[in-house]
């Protein structure tokens, strides 16, 4: 039973368990965090796993037992296929451009940071006008505009700098960053806000130097484990779905996350 009432009028809970004190205000991603470790909380005491005695999530950190009782959780009730050469092969031939090696993109930002107690539909709206002032600038006027909107609106110390990152590697970024800036030949302000764990981006890419192509042989370990991984992110949220369809929800939308949000 899910019942979708903001945390504003009262306390996001899991059976009964809140999620945080009466005067703390948390965005829907914290909320929605908090909310699957929960779940998976109560099923490793559930399990045997963990003492009925462990604390909750209410400060927003689990004990290190509840973050072991969880591992040992996950290994039992998962199952994660070994992807076969086959599909190896296919999902290298279909996505050539994430194995490349050399990749580096000069970029620029402007980041809305969410932090703690902000108004996130307000920052977001913020963001997207800055997007779109930006993006609405004639070509002579961009580079002057993006610079003055880091300086004034960027929560991050690079702002100083007209929101300058310098020469990045896909290595270098938060790989939901890396995602939106690599294996695309975009150059110039990007038509889209870049979401990351940092808060929302207006990104800016000046230059390119592209990679080059790997031969599956070459990658096909890196392959492999991309493939593991999203079987995993893919047998996670059916498994906290079926926790959350059993479960009292309030004060928070499961249905909202794109990919399980867990501490």
């Known amino acids: 039973m899910l019942d ?4 504003s009028s009262r306390l996001a809970s899991v059976n009964g368990v809140a999620l945080h004190g009466p005067d703390l205000i948390l965005s829907e991603e914290e909320l929605r965090q908090r909310a699957c470790s929960e779940l998976l909380r109560q099923a490793a005491i559930d399990a045997a796993l963990l003492d009925g005695s462990d604390a909750g999530i209410e400060d927003g950190v689990l004990s290190e037992a509840a973050s072991q009782a969880i591992e040992t959780l996950l290994e039992r009730s998962l199952r994660v296929p070994e992807p076969s050469e086959e599909v190896c092969r296919r999902h290298h031939a279909a996505h050539r451009s994430r194995y490349q090696t050399g990749e580096r993109v000069r970029a620029r930002h402007v980041l809305f940071a969410v932090t703690q107690g902000v108004d996130v539909t307000l920052l977001r709206q913020r963001a997207e006008a800055t997007l779109l002032d930006l993006r609405c600038q004639d ?5 002057g505009a993006f610079a003055r909107a880091a300086a004034e609106l960027s929560n991050c110390p ?7 990152l310098g020469w990045l590697t896909p290595d270098a970024c938060a790989p939901e960053f890396a995602r939106e800036l690599f294996g695309h030949a975009e150059v110039g302000v990007l038509p889209r806000l870049v979401h990351s764990r940092f808060g929302l981006h207006v990104v800016e890419v000046l230059e390119r130097v592209p990679g080059v192509a790997q031969p599956f042989e070459a990658v096909h370990g890196a392959v492999a484990m991309a493939l593991r991984q999203q079987a995993y992110i893919t ?3 059916q498994y906290l779905s079926l926790l959350a369809g059993q479960a009292r929800i309030e004060g928070v939308d499961l249905d909202a996350a794109d990919t399980p949000l867990v501490q």
């Open 4 to 7: 979708q009432t903001s945390n």
């Open 139 to 143: 070509a002579s006027a961009v580079d």
């Open 158 to 164: 690079s702002g100083a700098s007209g929101g300058e």
């Open 235 to 237: 047998a996670l949220r």
